[in-house]
């Protein structure tokens, strides 16, 4: 009996030690689980982002960084909304909260076609159909340009269009640094001649002068192209060119034709006018042909001309005929 406690002692002794030495394996076995399980969701929603055809994707485009180079970044969206006139006032406000400011902003109305729909109350109701676009151009720093087309994804219905581009200006930039020095060397060289040089003629001094204005001009040039492109650099240029679904428009306006149909005149009325409008059109034609005595003064002139013709003429004719016959009736008087 005695060693019947023993070994159940021993036993349970057995189960505790075991299940004391499994937890860390099993605690070490669970917690790749529920990292994966806790990294899932993230996964999910990059291949729901990548899968959606709305869905404006990170690009590594607009924050690469190159040593030693210079790059003008840029950024072109098309793509359909809910609102134009909300979205352009809400991506105005969102370029300037992120340190920018907007370039051009135009918005421009396209006018599909009116329908007219008489109505019992004397009016006319409108139904026109059109579709609002919006082009905006902003100018945001390059450092939260990403963050900045992260936020117009708020703005996007329907997805057209997405282009990022990067230029390296680099060489322009220094081109332009090393013409800036080079005209300013030259400049303060040209400072130097005229201050060693003996007076001279008008003209030496008018042309060293003109020298000295071009130098400088040509300096603040190249300063001016160098600051430009600096410029293009640490600011983005973001295009958004988009467009709202075709909408309709009401609107009630009085029917002037009916108004016309009210106020027209009775049938004896209309012909009383009618027949003043004839009489009226009669008087201004005959004052027209009366006007326009030479263009029938003519036809008759000629018409008189040729009929005195023809009678000279004919009598000549006649004449002839009688001469003709004279010689005759006197032979036949001899016989």
Same mark, same amino acid.
């Given at each position: ?29 669970? @917690?790749?689980?529920? !990292?994966?399980?806790? +990294? ?8 729901? &982002? #990548? /899968?959606? $055809? ?15 180079r210079q790059l003008v970044v840029a950024a072109d969206l098309m793509f359909e ?95 332009? @640094?090393?013409?800036? !020095?080079?005209?300013? +060397? ?8 005229? &201050? #060693? /040089?003996? $007076? ?136």
């Amino acid at each position: 009996m005695l060693r019947l406690k023993q070994a159940g002692m021993a036993w349970i002794l057995a189960m505790c030690l075991a299940a004391c030495g499994g937890a860390p394996e099993s605690a070490q076995q669970a @917690a790749p689980a529920m !990292a994966d399980s806790a +990294a899932m969701p993230e996964a999910a929603a990059a291949d729901t &982002a #990548a /899968s959606d $055809p709305n869905q404006l994707l990170d690009s590594a485009v607009l924050g690469q960084k190159v040593a030693g180079r210079q790059l003008v970044v840029a950024a072109d969206l098309m793509f359909e909304t809910d609102n134009v006139r909300q979205s352009t006032a809400a991506l105005e406000q969102l370029a300037v909260r992120y340190g920018g400011f907007v370039q051009r902003s135009q918005i421009e109305t396209d006018d599909y076609g009116r329908d007219h729909h008489p109505q019992s109350d004397g009016t006319v109701l409108v139904i026109r159909r059109y579709v609002q676009r919006a082009d905006v151009q902003v100018r945001v720093p390059r450092a939260k340009a990403a963050d900045f087309i992260r936020d117009v994804q708020q703005q996007i219905r329907f997805l057209n269009q997405q282009a990022f581009s990067a230029t390296d200006v680099s060489l322009d930039l220094r081109r332009q @640094a090393l013409e800036a !020095a080079r005209q300013h +060397a030259l400049s303060q060289r040209l400072d130097e001649v005229a &201050a #060693a /040089s003996e $007076p001279g003629g008008k003209r030496d001094t008018g042309r060293l002068v003109q020298q000295q204005f071009d130098a400088r001009a040509a300096e603040e040039y190249a300063r001016l192209q160098q600051a430009y492109w600096q410029d293009q650099v640490d600011f983005a240029t973001i295009r958004l060119q988009f467009s709202q679904p075709e909408a309709v428009y009401q609107e009630r306006v009085n029917d002037v034709a009916a108004v016309l149909r009210e106020h027209q005149p009775g049938f004896w009325a209309s012909v009383g006018h009618m027949l003043k409008q004839g009489w009226y059109g009669l008087l201004q034609t005959v004052l027209w042909l009366v006007a326009a005595w030479p263009l029938w003064l003519i036809p008759v002139v000629a018409w008189m001309v040729y009929r005195g013709y023809r009678r000279r003429h004919a009598g000549r004719h006649a004449q002839r005929v009688d001469r003709y016959r004279q010689p005759r009736g006197k032979d036949e008087k001899q016989d």
